[in-house]
Each structure stands twice: as structure tokens, then as C-alpha cells.
């Protein structure tokens, strides 16, 4: 364990949660949460508020523990084998982490978007339309719900042509907005998203980082990212996660400019990471 | 720098003229077999073959009449092998690949389905005709097309399971996660994404064993019963080409029957393989684009 750094000025934890623009609602209300793969716990502890119509960004050194994290908000952690986890985690109140949680409903409500596009070996069309379908959308509504999808995540005019062309034929940064409006397709409240440009080219993360900023307006995002500009540049709310506890959490512009912490500065300036 | 005897390099030079004669020579040697085999049998038994031989019953235990009833026999059993085969090994495969917790029960099965694999068809043959034949007889019909089939499955079973698994594992796990993070059940994203991915794969190692049901005889020697007859459902015994074969060349001597049956088994196999291939294709495209 490492003894976390306090400057005298900062009492409790709750002093920095608190200092996150409180304006908003809360999506998700995360409490003490504790997750172990065996006997190696990862996550020791996290408390977090999750705002609604924001952008919340994990920040932090490969390890620390932001993509599991990431991974119990839709409860995908379950993929995973020998998995131990306490606390709570509030999703619109309700506990999420309580025995019996059926994670499909959860999953349909909490989009993911992956760090590597995924785009399935189907057209542009089948692959919006693929969780609709599961979901027992009828045949005649799925073209509605496929075009309003991919607007949502503007791609709409690039494919309007060629919906029913593969998913394929389509550039890797088209293809990861493919992915974000497949993600919109089930009409989820939260957009969970794992390092989604980091095999993307500079120009084709430009134009995702621009969607996730418009997403906000409709959805709540929450952005792993290994790339500290990415997340002063697109979210409202930033968390500096470090060997598996939140450091600091902070509206995005006061975490950077004037952050409390000393081992938050130190990562931000680039002293380690 | 370093000294090099004068003659080394032509030295080094003749060493890869004379590997590249001796492994070139091994590959015609490979070819001149082959073809000698199919050359000799197709020559001797084409002669025999004519519309009475492909469409008429054996008589006189093969040394009269054609194979028409062995020809049915080879194409029902192959059918029906697929038919039990495939749903079972492949749904063997998929439980092992994507229910299944690693551990000690998986290790037993995964290792029970390579001894299978290794184990001699007379074997199975055996195993078939006591259990199948005598034991099940009430049920199966004794020497029967369904006896034959079950033996036939255990056979070719390991095959399919474990081609299955090696193509089902080469399927992208961002895949399935991208699939059940949209909130669908693993057997759905088992149906649309995993199995249409590793269609081709499984394929495949359908095919292949295609190849083994025709080829065999030990197995059907002891479960077919090597009927005569046309058969007219799976309760009753048959007998394959590769098997018919075998009994007129051992049992009657008259080669020259034997090797038209031999020709027409050639031209079957290639005809099966041709039609299965085509037909898998055809799902593949379908299924997995």
C-alpha cells in the first residue's frame, strides 16, 4: 500500500467529492466499492458521484484500476472469473451489486464502447440494429431507431448511401463511431466508454472526442482515458484514480489547473505515469 | 575480415543442387504414387462400371450385378453420421468453449476426447457391435444403417469437437464482449456472432470427416452387416462401397468386381466432398458476412 500523499488544507475525501459542480443530479452514486480478482484486490474502497449530462473522466496510470471500474458500472466485470466485490454502487438508486441484479437490463441502459473498434462481421445497418433486435424492437421501427442511432453519433451523413454495405468498408475512426451509435441504439442513459480513441489516428480521435462532447447533451458519459489531454479537453468532471483509490475527483478545469493533491500534480505535469 | 577456401562456395552451391533433387524427387514420388493408384484402379475398374453396375443390386455376393445398394448404403450412413455427429460435436465444443469454467472436469473431458481420437476404428467396430447390435438390438435393429451411424459418430466425434474448439477459440473476445455489453444473453451472442465466426473453421472438420466415414470398414464390418439388399430405412443392414470392396475382393476373389467398386468409390468421394464443400459455402456465406 502507498501512503497517499495529503496536503494539510484537505481534511476528507468527502471535501474533494463534494467540490465537483454540484448543480447536477447524480447518475450513479458509487460507495466504499471494493473489487479483488482472487485474493488481489484492485479497487480498494472507491467512493465516487457519476453526474447526470456529463462528461465524467478516469484518469490514471496504466493499473490503477479505471477499466475495471469502468467495467462494474454495467457489471461486464462478471465476464471476468474470480471476481469478489463489496460496497455499493447506486445506479438512479438502486443498488446494482445486490445478489440477483439481472446485468441485461443494466447492459441496456449502460452502453459500452470499447477501446479497439469492434464493429460486428455485418452491414452498417445489422450492426445498429443488433441490440434493438435483441430487445424485441419490431422489424418496421428498427430503420427509424437505426437512422436516429447514427445522427446521434454523426455518422449518419457519411453512410446514408451504404447502410447495407459491411461495417468494413468503413475507416477505423468511422467504424468507432459505428460502435458509439450501436452503443445509442439501445437508448441507454449512460455511455460508458474504455479508452475509445486510443487506436484511432489523430484526426479520426478528433472527431470522436467532438461526438463525446455533443453526446452530453442526451447522455451521460463516462471516458477511461490514458491521455490527460483528452480529458481536459472533453469532460466536465475528471477522477485521478492511483493503485486502486480515487485521489482526487474535481471539476475538470480546477483538477488541472489547481489540483489538491500532490500526487495528482505530480501525474498531470507529467512526473510520472 | 576472413579467409574462404577457394572451392567453398562451390561447394556450398553443389550441397543445395543435390537437397534440391533429392526434395523434388520426393515430391514427384508422392505424385507418381498417387496417381499410379488412381490411374490403375480407374483403368481396371472402369471397364466394369456401366449403367447395369451403378443401378442394379449385387447378386451372387458381389460377383454379379452392380452396387446400387452399396452406393444408397455409403450415402445414407455418411447422412446420418452428419446428422448425429455435428449437432453433438459442435455443441460439445461450444460448452467447452464459452460455459465452461477452466478446471479440473473441462481438463477431463478435453483430455477423454483425445484418447477417443487415437483410438483404432476395430475398436469402435467392436465396441459398436456388442453395444449397438446385440445389446440395443430391440432398438437399433441389430445390424443396421443406425448401428453403423452411432459406431460411426464415436468415430468422428474427437474430429469435429476439437476443430470446432480451435476455431471457436480464434474468435475475437472484443466481439463477444461488444455483443453482451448491448444487454444480450451469452446464447445469443453465441448464435449471431460466435458460431456464424467459426463457421468456416467448423466446417472444415465436418468435411474431413466425411472423408473417414467413407474410408472406413473395420468399424461397419462388425455394425452394418453387410447386407445385399437396398435398404429402405435405418433398421436395416447395409453396406458401404469401401466395405462392399473389401468383401468381394476377400470373400469372392473377383478382383475385377472389386476394383469397379473401387473406381466408383473414388468418383463418390469426390463427388460428396464436392457437393459438401459447395454446400458449406453456400451457409458460410449466408451465416458469417
Known amino acids: ?273 | 575480415m576472413f579467409n574462404v577456401k577457394p572451392n567453398h562456395m562451390i561447394k556450398v552451391k553443389r550441397s543445395q543442387r543435390l537437397a534440391f533433387t533429392m526434395l523434388s524427387l520426393a515430391a514427384l514420388l508422392t505424385v507418381i504414387i498417387l496417381f499410379g493408384i488412381l490411374f490403375y484402379i480407374m483403368s481396371q475398374g472402369f471397364s466394369v462400371i456401366s449403367m447395369e453396375f451403378l443401378f442394379t443390386e449385387p447378386r451372387s455376393m458381389g460377383t454379379e450385378g452392380g452396387v446400387f445398394s452399396a452406393i444408397l448404403g455409403t450415402i445414407y450412413l455418411v447422412a446420418l453420421v452428419l446428422l448425429i455427429a455435428t449437432p453433438v460435436g459442435v455443441g460439445t465444443a461450444v460448452y467447452l468453449n464459452e460455459y465452461m469454467p477452466a478446471g479440473r472436469f473441462k481438463n477431463i473431458i478435453r483430455f477423454s476426447t483425445e484418447l477417443l481420437a487415437g483410438i483404432p476404428s476395430i475398436v469402435f467396430g467392436m465396441f459398436g457391435f456388442i453395444f449397438f447390435v446385440l445389446m440395443l438390438g430391440d432398438y437399433t435393429g441389430g445390424f443396421s444403417i443406425l448401428s453403423g451411424a452411432l459406431t460411426g459418430v464415436m468415430m468422428i466425434l474427437p474430429v469435429i469437437i476439437r476443430a470446432s474448439e480451435e476455431s471457436l477459440r480464434s474468435v475475437p473476445n472484443t466481439l463477444k464482449e461488444a455483443s453482451l455489453a448491448l444487454g444480450t444473453t451469452r446464447w445469443y451472442t453465441i448464435k449471431k456472432i460466435v458460431l456464424p465466426f467459426a463457421l468456416p473453421g467448423i466446417t472444415t472438420s465436418i468435411i474431413l470427416s466425411i472423408g473417414r466415414v467413407i474410408g472406413e470398414t473395420a468399424a461397419f464390418l462388425l455394425t452394418l452387416g453387410g447386407s445385399l439388399l437396398v435398404a429402405t430405412s435405418i433398421f436395416d443392414g447395409s453396406r458401404t462401397l469401401a466395405l462392399h470392396l473389401y468383401l468381394v475382393a476377400m470373400e469372392t476373389g473377383d478382383l475385377q468386381m472389386a476394383l469397379g467398386s473401387g473406381a466408383v468409390l473414388i468418383i463418390l468421394i469426390i463427388i460428396i466432398n464436392f457437393t459438401a464443400a459447395g454446400l458449406f459455402k453456400l451457409l458460410v456465406r449466408r451465416f458469417s458476412t
Open chain 1, 1 to 273: 500500500m502507498v501512503k497517499l500523499a495529503t496536503r494539510p488544507e484537505i481534511e476528507t475525501h468527502e471535501a474533494m467529492v463534494n467540490s465537483a459542480t454540484p448543480q447536477s443530479e447524480t447518475v450513479y452514486q458509487i460507495e466504499d466499492l471494493r473489487v479483488a480478482y482472487g485474493n488481489n484486490e484492485v479497487l480498494h474502497g472507491i467512493s465516487l458521484p457519476i453526474r447526470k449530462n456529463q462528461v465524467t473522466a478516469l484518469i490514471g496510470p496504466s493499473g490503477c484500476g479505471k477499466s475495471t471500474l469502468l467495467k462494474t458500472l454495467n457489471l461486464m466485470i462478471y465476464a471476468d472469473e474470480n471476481i469478489h466485490m463489496s460496497g455499493t454502487i447506486a445506479f438512479e438508486g438502486e443498488n446494482i451489486l445486490r445478489e440477483k441484479q439481472d446485468p441485461l437490463d443494466l447492459r441496456k441502459r449502460v452502453g459500452m464502447v470499447f477501446q479497439k473498434p469492434s464493429p460486428f462481421r455485418k452491414s452498417i445497418f445489422d450492426n445498429v440494429s443488433y441490440g434493438p433486435k435483441v430487445h424485441g424492437v419490431k422489424k418496421k421501427d428498427l430503420s427509424e431507431i437505426v437512422e436516429r442511432s447514427l445522427k446521434d453519433a454523426y455518422l449518419f451523413d457519411e453512410v446514408k448511401d451504404r447502410l447495407h454495405d459491411s461495417a468494413f468498408s468503413l475507416s477505423g475512426g468511422q467504424q468507432q463511431r459505428l460502435c458509439i451509435a450501436r452503443a445509442l441504439a439501445t437508448s441507454p442513459e449512460v455511455i460508458l466508454m474504455d479508452e475509445p480513441t486510443s487506436a484511432l489516428d489523430p484526426k479520426a480521435t478528433l472527431a470522436v472526442e467532438d461526438l463525446i462532447s455533443k453526446l452530453k447533451e442526451k447522455y451521460t458519459v463516462v471516458l477511461v482515458t490514458h491521455q490527460m489531454e483528452q480529458a481536459a479537453r472533453v469532460s466536465d468532471s475528471t477522477a485521478f484514480l492511483y493503485m486502486g483509490n480515487v485521489v482526487e475527483h474535481g471539476e475538470t478545469h480546477r483538477l488541472f489547473s489547481n489540483p489538491l493533491r500532490k500526487q495528482t500534480e505530480d501525474y498531470i505535469t507529467g512526473r510520472f505515469g
